[in-house]
């Protein structure tokens, strides 16, 4: 519960973090949850449900990686100002039970219900899901990914397809393989909501590969859908340096797939969110590897079907620690929305360190 004005929250966050951004109507809101001890609420993802509250998962451990984190789940009201205490997002956390679970995302199906993917270490995905009137998810179920020879990772959210003829009840999950031989592929599946498994994999298939040209890798797709087309963003690493991301389109109603590729000139995107918004417009929302500290930030694409071209990029959120972004957004009202962000700092360099803040901005912003 939120008891602090946001003029109050606004002057706590500054005082562990880097200046807010000029845009005005751009503001913290809410405070989703500050972790205890040295605890770090990372990775987060929000959704919009069908009777208008907002869930938010998140990875909550002291590090980035090398140790055990576990997944917490926390639900808001309409309009994001408020949030019910914290709990483990599993019904059974034993389930996972010394096993870092990672980079946990959220995408609604059809009926209402909720699929949240994660990966652990060592390159293995699961899924997990939450119905309405539950409050926890079900034990996790490991993804198949045939195909795919070494590790898979996940990191944007399961897209439950509109149905079009035969093709009815169909989830793209995307992932991506590491290795020469590796890259940003999606595991095909169908939603079964009484059947088990409840995600039915059909398949794979790979959008791009890596080392195109040497020393590329292509990593964290994330996508959307307008009409018959699926917008997939891609991380791409040039010799684990920041690259352009890879805009990658195509019609995921044919057997096979033919995909068409565009480089983001000027856009170094990290672990980014795609919002089709209510304008038919797409809020591309990422951690800018082109300045320092991977700040959040944001952008609106106006033809998310044709050519991208680097508009207005809007500044969102900014904790000054290295380790941040991760980005995810929901559209409350039209043309309002939310974007989560996290103070990845030590509370021994932050009073705010651990906080999983909700920051608001507006159409008008970009």
């Known amino acids: 519960m939120i008891r602090k004005t946001l003029a109050v929250v606004v002057a706590v966050l500054l005082a562990g973090a880097t200046a807010q951004p000029a845009a005005a109507s751009v503001g913290m809101v809410a405070k989703i949850v500050q972790e205890p001890g040295e605890f770090e609420a990372r990775f987060p993802d929000v959704v919009k449900l069908d009777d208008g509250r907002l869930m938010a998962v998140w990875h909550r451990a002291a590090e980035h990686q090398g140790t055990v984190g576990t997944i917490r789940l926390s639900f808001g009201s309409a309009n994001g100002r408020t949030w019910g205490e914290s709990a483990p997002a599993l019904a059974d956390p034993g389930s996972m039970n010394g096993i870092d679970t990672r980079d946990p995302k959220l995408g609604k199906m059809p009926d209402g219900s909720v699929v949240m993917t994660f990966f652990v270490p060592g390159g293995k995905v699961y899924y997990s899901v939450w119905k309405p009137g539950w409050t926890r998810f079900t034990d996790p179920v490991q993804l198949s990914a045939p195909g795919i020879t070494t590790g898979v990772y996940s990191h944007g959210a399961p897209l439950a397809l509109a149905d079009r003829g035969t093709h009815v009840g169909q989830v793209l999950i995307p992932v991506y393989s590491t290795g020469p031989a590796g890259g940003a592929h999606y595991i095909q599946a169908t939603w079964r909501p009484t059947a088990d498994p409840r995600l039915l994999v059909t398949g794979t298939h790979k959008i791009i590969t890596n080392s195109n040209p040497p020393g590329r890798a292509y990593q964290e797709p994330s996508f959307v859908q307008y009409g018959d087309t699926v917008v997939a963003v891609i991380r791409a690493q040039q010799d684990g340096n920041g690259s352009p991301a890879i805009i990658a389109r195509w019609n995921p109603y044919t057997a096979k797939p033919e995909f068409t590729y565009q480089s983001f000139t000027g ?79 030590k509370k021994s360099a932050s009073p705010t360190g651990g906080t999983l803040w909700v920051v608001e901005s507006h159409a008008a912003d970009y």
Not at 286 to 306: E, F, L, Q
């Open 267 to 345: 856009v170094l995107a990290n672990s980014h969110h795609l919002l089709k918004t209510a304008s038919g417009k797409l809020l591309f929302t990422y951690g800018d590897k082109a300045r320092s500290g991977r700040p959040t930030v944001g952008m609106m694409i106006g033809t998310p079907t044709g050519t991208w071209t680097k508009g207005k990029v809007v500044p969102l959120y900014n904790s000054g620690a290295a380790d941040q972004a991760n980005p995810s957004s929901v559209e409350i009202a039209p043309g309002t929305f939310l974007t989560l962000g996290y103070n990845a700092k």
